[in-house]
Nanobody, 125 residues
Framework: QRQLVESGGGLVQAGGSLRLSCTASTRTFSSSRMGWFRQAPGKEREFVAAISRRGDSTAYADSVKGRFTISRDNAKNTVYLQMNSLKPEDTAVYYC??????????????????WGQGTQVTVSS
């Protein structure tokens, strides 16, 4: 049984918004640092956003800074990615991931031990 399940992807026009959700079935969610990554066809998986276990620290890729917001609700075991002002180049499969560790945020893919199955986001021009 997969521990992380993403939802909220879909097709949207450029300039539109989507909110992705990732719900964890593990009891360790509140002690996990969380992140969102994406992979476009023919490209490497890349970092998008990350959040500390308490939600008091965040990090963003330069390409999404000011447009995307990561947040979490530990009572619901869920991390969110609010995506505004979407661009065609944001089209990708988006993955959430969990990393052990109690301090700060991490943006390094190899720090994340658990991954969701991904949700497709398509932005039309």
């Amino acid at each position: 049984q997969r521990q992380l399940v993403e939802s909220g992807g879909g097709l949207v026009q450029a300039g539109g918004s989507l909110r992705l959700s990732c719900t964890a079935s593990t009891r360790t969610f509140s002690s996990s640092r969380m992140g969102w990554f994406r992979q476009a066809p023919g490209k490497e998986r890349e970092f998008v956003a990350a959040i500390s276990r308490r939600g008091d620290s965040t990090a963003y890729a330069d390409s999404v800074k000011g447009r995307f917001t990561i947040s979490r609700d530990n009572a619901k075991n869920t991390v969110y990615l609010q995506m505004n002002s979407l661009k065609p180049e944001d089209t990708a499969v988006y993955y959430c991931a969990a990393a052990p560790g109690l301090v700060g945020v991490t943006t390094t893919p190899t720090d994340f031990g658990s991954w969701g199955q991904g949700t497709q986001v398509t932005v039309s021009s």
